[in-house]
């Protein structure tokens, strides 16, 4: 545990955690039966960790954070008590720990953010309520390719009120679940340095609030859908580093809300379609090079 404070423990608002061979420190044994009102809270374990490793009540908590050491680790049963969590950030030490209990988190209304990190994510069938509340999700360097995979709920249903999802180098992303794009609220997709990543649905073009489209560094990518120029509110989008990308969707002109577009380092992009004259004399256009 970190002691750099000299508050009583129960009087934190900040309770950092070392958690070594399953045994919880003297000073946290008397508070397991008693609330600790810290409101945010980082618990660090070794690979020694049961599965069954702590019991604590933390109901001021906010922010949670867990860091681990094994391939294989269970959400901790006292999340669900923490009714007033926001933001829950796992990070595993290993590359593509299994992560399970993941159904836990349905039943946290008040959750807003998830950060994971080398995680392997389950199916999101297994989360039995919806995360009502969740409006930002990032992803680095997790396997997710079966979170949305034979989903007994809709992806929309499941994230009713997602606005900014962030996926990087995760290396089994090939095609985006079309059923993303039936999240009316997202206003922000960036997906990038998934070097796998060869097609994105058509049905992309049903995220009509979305502002920001981050493609970076998808090499693999050859295709926008035409369906793009649906997106009225976008005014981000960065193809930068994808090399593979030869044209851009014929109507892209219909952006006309597009400000800033990144096209730097896209090799094989040699021409420009004819309503790209259409866009905002404003736009701010980063290319490396000259294209017709």
Same mark, same amino acid.
């Given at each position: 545990?970190?002691?750099?404070?000299?508050?009583?423990?129960?009087?934190?608002?900040?309770?950092?955690?070392?958690?070594?061979?399953?045994?919880?420190?003297? /000073?946290?044994?008397?508070?397991?039966?008693?609330?600790?009102?810290?409101?945010?809270?980082?618990?660090?374990?070794?690979?020694?960790? /049961?599965?069954?490793?702590?019991?604590?009540?933390?109901?001021?908590?906010?922010? $949670?954070?867990?860091?681990?050491?094994?391939?294989?680790?269970?959400?901790?049963?006292?999340?669900?008590?923490?009714?007033?969590?926001?933001?829950?950030?796992?990070? /595993?030490?290993?590359?593509?720990?299994?992560?399970?209990?993941?159904?836990?988190? #349905?039943?946290?209304?008040?959750?807003?953010?998830?950060?994971?990190?080398?995680?392997?994510?389950?199916?999101?069938?297994?989360?039995?309520?919806?995360?009502?509340?969740?409006?930002?999700?990032?992803?680095?360097? %997790?396997?997710?390719?079966?979170?949305?995979?034979? %989903?007994?709920?809709?992806?929309?249903?499941?994230?009713?009120?997602?606005?900014?999802?962030?996926?990087?180098?995760?290396?089994? $992303?090939?095609?985006?679940?079309? #059923?993303?794009?039936?999240?009316?609220?997202?206003?922000?997709?960036?997906?990038?340095? %998934?070097?796998?990543?060869?097609?994105?649905?058509?049905?992309? #073009?049903?995220?009509?609030?979305?502002?920001?489209?981050?493609?970076?560094?998808?090499?693999?990518?050859?295709?926008?859908?035409?369906?793009?120029?649906?997106? /009225?509110?976008?005014?981000?989008?960065?193809?930068?580093?994808?090399?593979?990308?030869?044209?851009?969707?014929?109507?892209? #002109?219909?952006?006309?809300? $597009?400000?800033?577009?990144?096209?730097?380092?896209?090799?094989?992009?040699?021409?420009?379609?004819?309503?790209?004259?259409? $866009?905002?004399?404003?736009?701010?256009?980063?290319?490396?090079?000259?294209?017709?």
């Amino acid at each position: 545990m970190d002691n750099s404070s000299q508050e009583p423990i129960r009087q934190r608002k900040r309770l950092f955690i070392n958690l070594s061979r399953n045994e919880l420190p003297e /000073s946290l044994k008397e508070f397991t039966e008693q609330p600790v009102r810290a409101r945010l809270v980082s618990i660090s374990t070794d690979e020694m960790i /049961s599965s069954n490793w702590l019991d604590m009540q933390l109901p001021e908590a906010e922010v $949670l954070v867990l860091n681990f050491r094994t391939k294989d680790y269970a959400l901790p049963t006292f999340v669900v008590n923490m009714k007033k969590l926001k933001v829950l950030i796992a990070t /595993s030490s290993l590359n593509y720990a299994e992560l399970s209990d993941f159904q836990l988190l #349905g039943l946290l209304t008040n959750l807003k953010t998830i950060k994971l990190e080398r995680i392997s994510i389950p199916s999101l069938s297994e989360t039995c309520e919806p995360l009502r509340n969740l409006q930002k999700i990032s992803l680095y360097m %997790c396997r997710f390719a079966e979170a949305f995979r034979d %989903c007994s709920i809709q992806i929309s249903d499941l994230l009713p009120e997602l606005r900014e999802m962030n996926v990087d180098f995760c290396e089994d $992303l090939v095609r985006l679940p079309a #059923g993303l794009c039936d999240i009316v609220h997202l206003k922000k997709l960036s997906i990038t340095h %998934c070097y796998k990543l060869c097609e994105l649905p058509n049905e992309i #073009g049903n995220l009509r609030n979305l502002q920001v489209l981050r493609l970076r560094s998808c090499t693999e990518l050859e295709i926008l859908p035409d369906s793009i120029r649906y997106l /009225s509110e976008l005014f981000t989008l960065d193809i930068s580093d994808c090399i593979r990308i030869k044209d851009l969707p014929e109507d892209i #002109g219909e952006l006309k809300k $597009l400000i800033n577009l990144n096209m730097n380092h896209c090799s094989r992009l040699q021409y420009l379609p004819e309503s790209f004259w259409q $866009l905002e004399q404003s736009l701010d256009l980063v290319c490396d090079k000259e294209i017709k």
